[in-house]
């Protein structure tokens, strides 16, 4: 059989640990480094990881790339995560130098399109994850074109202060962010979805677009603010993963697009990017 | 194409000829595409395709699965195209790989199995079909096919009769004596066997009190439950004549090499393929490396050999 062949097909790749830290309780900045084909990834693609040399977690964890750099040779990409489960709880352990299975960049990613001169973008909690590199990524566009994206404003929500992730990071790409917590402790006291809604006329216009991603809850509330002011929105949304490339069908999430059939598409192949309209959000 | 230092690898599956023993256990391969720009089909012995209906079905609610101790829980529920969108969508894919193509196939009655088993008979590019017999029978309360020997033999039959293409009866663990069913559906007239499909089981979320899984059981599969496929597989090839093809957690070669030592005539990986998309691959050239040193020139010369002293 033909060895050449393989060099250009897909792999796993090892991924060594350089960076790994708590940024706040129970959430890490895991920080690798990755083949340089990884460049080629754009905002809301993620990776499938597994601990090298462990058998456990048996299956490999899905994570958004929350950023990635380049510099010559060396290509890096940031996991960020919060401990929830026996996966995330082994993943929090590992120490720089460890090694991981990759497998990515999978799936689609946002897409922005080119007559859009407003962005907005939501999030919740640990939904913040796709988005800063999104805001990374737009920020860098915007200054190589001269038209285009005029304003990115970031609409970020937590329970409290302290879980607001990549504060600063948001700060220096945006160009502005705005604030709110369910406890009142910073920004606007109570849910992200009712501080856009309170923005949301400033989006009415025919050229604008929201990025969103959060609790489910939060994202159906989204749902109803655009379909009613008529703004195009695309979600990110996460499902349990077995194989991360549409094989097993285990990470379905239920679906409008083809006409008014419901039916099942998969988070990893399908999405994990949707158009926000597209998603059955509620039981019917 | 054999030359010295090429171990032989084919065999011969009820009629179907594969290049070597290595298949894919339906549904942890998709359709093909999902897996081609890691693998190189067309070094696969055989694919299984995921299990056809004669409609389409939307499959069960998520969350389908769920990871557990040395393996997962899936509860998918069958979701797939239908039988005439995979001839005409997915089918001509295959035909630019020198594969044999399985189809596995499924229905909720008898008839269901015939209209699906005649329809891929009229189509060129199938090598064989593989019958799921764990599907629920809605004529019997929803008991599974395979659970009763008396529905296993009648189901087989009566796919039998309406096609030419090879047979395989893919069997469920989850019954008393595996070896009765095994009998019966070889008289039956099945060509081959696949044993094991996945094992039922459940997992509960202790801190929300619910079923991890929204269809609340599923199916286990996994290195979980390797041994247990082990021992069926060799329980069975000692009843039956026909071939068997093992299946049942198979992670590496080591894994497949204790199938083909018990007696099964191929392997299915299934879903080692989410853990390593070139499992297939590792399996083969493991095999074949097992095979070089150790001086055996064809899979034959290990097929069965079992010791027990």
């Known amino acids: ?284 | 194409m054999k030359s010295k230092n090429v171990p032989g690898m084919s065999v011969n599956i009820g009629g179907i000829e594969l290049k070597n023993p290595i298949m894919t256990a339906s549904g942890t391969f998709g359709y093909g595409e999902e897996y081609s720009p890691y693998i190189d089909i067309n070094r696969l012995g055989a694919f299984i395709v995921k299990g056809l209906s004669r409609g389409p079905r939307s499959g069960n609610p998520p969350p389908r699965i769920i990871e557990t101790a040395a393996g997962m829980l899936n509860a998918v529920g069958l979701q797939n195209i239908g039988v005439d969108a995979f001839i005409q969508e997915k089918l001509p894919y295959f035909n630019r790989f020198d594969v044999a193509v399985i189809a596995n196939i499924f229905g909720e009655t008898i008839d269901e199995y015939i209209n699906v088993a005649e329809k891929l008979g009229d189509v060129p590019g199938i090598a064989g079909l593989e019958i799921n017999i764990s599907c629920p029978n809605v004529k019997k309360g929803g008991i599974a096919f395979g659970d009763d020997p008396d529905t296993a033999y009648e189901v087989t039959r009566q796919v039998k009769s309406v096609t030419d293409l090879p047979v395989i009866v893919k069997l469920t663990p989850n019954v008393t004596d595996i070896t009765r069913v095994a009998r019966v559906v070889e008289e039956a007239g099945a060509d081959a066997l696949s044993l094991i499909n996945t094992l039922k089981g459940m997992a509960v979320n202790v801190a929300t009190k619910k079923p991890y899984l929204k269809n609340i059981t599923g199916g286990l599969s996994g290195p979980a439950i390797k041994p247990v496929a082990l021992r069926m597989v060799w329980e069975v090839t000692r009843e039956v004549s026909i071939p068997v093809i093992g299946v049942g957690g198979i992670m590496n070669a080591h894994d497949a090499l204790e199938f083909l030592i018990v007696g099964a005539m191929a392997i299915q990986i299934g879903t080692a393929n989410f853990i390593n998309p070139r499992a297939t691959m590792d399996v083969l050239e493991g095999i074949q490396s097992y095979m070089v040193g150790n001086d055996i020139a064809d899979i034959h010369d290990l097929i069965g050999t079992l010791t027990v002293d």
């Open chain 1, 1 to 284: 059989m033909t060895g050449n062949i393989k060099k250009s097909r897909k792999s796993i790749i090892t991924a060594r640990v350089v960076d790994h830290h708590e940024v706040v309780k129970n959430h890490f900045l895991m920080t690798l480094k990755v083949p340089i084909d990884f460049q080629t990834a754009v905002p809301g693609q993620f990776v499938m990881i597994r601990v090298k040399g462990r058998d456990e977690p048996f299956l490999h964890r899905p994570f958004s790339i929350n950023f990635l750099t380049s510099h010559g040779t060396e290509t890096l990409i940031g996991i960020l995560y919060k401990v929830i489960g026996k996966g995330t709880t082994i993943f929090s352990r590992l120490k720089k130098d460890e090694e991981l299975y990759v497998m990515g960049p999978l799936g689609s990613g946002f897409t922005v399109p080119s007559d859009r001169k407003k962005v907005a973008l939501v999030a919740g909690g640990m939904g913040i994850a796709p988005l800063s590199f999104l805001a990374e990524y737009l920020k860098r566009q915007t200054s190589f074109s001269e038209q285009g994206i005029e304003e990115v404003v970031c609409y970020l929500g937590a329970s409290t202060s302290q879980l607001l992730l990549d504060r600063e990071r948001l700060e220096n790409t945006c160009s502005k962010l705005m604030i709110s917590t369910d406890d009142g402790s910073d920004g606007y006291h109570g849910t992200v979805t009712e501080l856009f809604q309170n923005h949301v006329d400033a989006y009415a216009d025919s050229d604008s677009i929201v990025f969103c991603c959060g609790p489910d809850p939060m994202m159906a509330g989204i749902a109803d603010i655009v379909k009613k002011y008529f703004i195009p929105c695309q979600v990110s949304m996460e499902e349990r993963m077995a194989c991360g490339v549409g094989a097993c069908l285990g990470c379905v999430v239920r679906a409008k697009s083809h006409g008014d059939q419901q039916h099942y598409m998969t988070v990893c192949k399908d999405g994990p990017v949707f158009d926000i309209r597209d998603i059955i959000w509620r039981q019917e």
